[in-house]
């Protein structure tokens, strides 16, 4: 009798329980693609959270915005990620959510170069040159920037084809180079390079490898970097809007022929600037 009792109560216990549930909305977090690799970027979105989302992916801060449903956060993948596996951890509504991400091999094409020696091995000037910029260039990226962009990112050369793609693994003379961290458009010399959204630009100088180049800080960690330029249009520290025209293609540089490369970092990571443009963006 007595544990017929204690059963009854249970089951009503069990009952409440999951009729208290069944009135509340749970989170849900959709990650989008659903498959990524090293230099991919991905987007995390928490439908149906009341409140502000913070977040982290393998460590690092993520930068969650109002959208719809809920709340999203764009995560770059860096180009030399180990395949693995990787925490994401959200709060939201003071409880927390934890996610395991699967980053998948990828495979990179190998392009193998010969060129002339003198193209290959610098000057001790130039090599010196080359060393200092490297150094700047590594200095320049802000820890932490309010955002600045809006929307979807848009293609800089609209209609232009890619030639080497993003993360082509170089053999130059048989000795292996750091993997291609952008993506070379071919395009004629002179043809305008429009900014990919609103940003700031924090690089306009003309650099012994790239040539004359331009950096613009979107905000948030998302940076986009213009390479080989014939002429630039903007100033260092200027604001700039989604579409402005800020410089012009060309071969400046250590360059063969006219062409725009076109590098983006999210969060400090190399990504696909393809990639980018493919985001769905509020
Ligand atoms: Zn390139």
Do not use: C
């Amino acid at each position: 009798m007595r544990n017929r009792i204690v059963q009854i109560i249970f089951i009503i216990l069990i009952g409440l329980v999951s009729v208290k549930h069944s009135f509340a909305i749970e989170p849900a977090i959709v990650l989008s693609p659903k498959k990524v690799g090293p230099g991919d970027i991905m987007t995390v979105t928490v439908k149906n959270a009341s409140g502000p989302v913070e977040g982290s992916f393998n460590g690092k801060h993520l930068y969650f915005n109002p959208a719809k449903n809920g709340y999203k956060a764009v995560v770059g993948i860096d180009l030399k990620t180990d395949p693995g596996t990787y925490p994401l951890n959200l709060t939201m509504d003071g409880r927390t959510l934890a996610r395991n991400v699967v980053i998948a091999r990828k495979k990179y094409p190998v392009q193998k170069l010969t060129l002339p020696e003198d193209m290959v091995v610098l000057s001790p000037e130039n090599e010196a040159r080359a060393d200092r910029e490297q150094r700047k260039m590594a200095a320049i990226w802000p820890l932490d920037s309010p955002r600045i962009w809006q929307g979807s990112f848009m293609d800089p050369l609209p209609g232009k084809t890619p030639g080497t793609p993003f993360g082509v693994r170089r053999i130059i003379n048989n000795i292996p180079k750091n993997p291609h961290t952008g993506v070379d458009i071919t395009a004629e010399e002179g043809e305008p390079v429009k900014a990919p959204n609103d940003g700031v630009a924090i690089l306009v100088e003309e650099q012994f490898y790239s040539g004359n180049s331009v950096v613009l800080d979107h905000g948030q960690g998302i940076y986009t970097m213009f390479f080989h330029l014939s002429m630039v249009n903007v100033k260092y520290g200027q604001a700039v809007r989604k579409g402005d025209v800020i410089a012009f293609v060309g071969s400046t540089g250590r360059s063969t022929g006219a062409h725009l490369h076109w590098g983006v970092r999210v969060q400090e990571a190399k990504v696909d600037p393809l990639a980018l443009i493919k985001l769905r963006l509020e």
